[in-house]
């Protein structure tokens, strides 16, 4: 494994390594772009942390996230960790196992 040396190297290490997953970045406007197969599972975390802890969401924000979880439904694996965690914790992420139902209206209050 290569030592970083510098700040500056470790940026641009984490930049290939973004590109290599597929992920786009603008740094000019601040922006990160993830790759079309996880758009829907951010899109889902993101929700959930804005319903069960109160994270702050912009309207443009919640807009993006509701298109993102349209475009990419939960797949076998994020159903099953969501099934796994909820037995634990007592409670899962509705926006996984209640999908059908909220997909149409994660864009809204609820």
Not at 33 to 56: K, N
Not at 61 to 82: F, K, M, V
Request: avoid cysteine; aromatic fraction near 8%.
């Amino acid at each position: 494994m290569k030592r970083i040396q510098n700040h500056q190297e470790a940026l641009i290490l984490a930049k290939l390594d973004a590109i290599a997953l597929g992920i786009r970045i603008d740094a000019s406007i601040r922006r990160v772009q993830p790759p079309d197969a996880v758009r829907g599972d951010i899109a889902r975390t993101m929700l959930y942390m804005a319903d069960t802890y109160g994270f702050r969401l912009s309207n443009q924000d919640r807009q993006l996230y509701t298109a993102w979880n349209r475009q990419d439904p939960p797949d076998e694996w994020e159903i099953e960790r969501n099934r796994r965690i909820e037995q634990v914790q007592g409670f899962g992420n509705r926006y996984i196992s209640d999908y059908a139902a909220l997909a149409g209206r994660a864009g809204t209050a609820m």
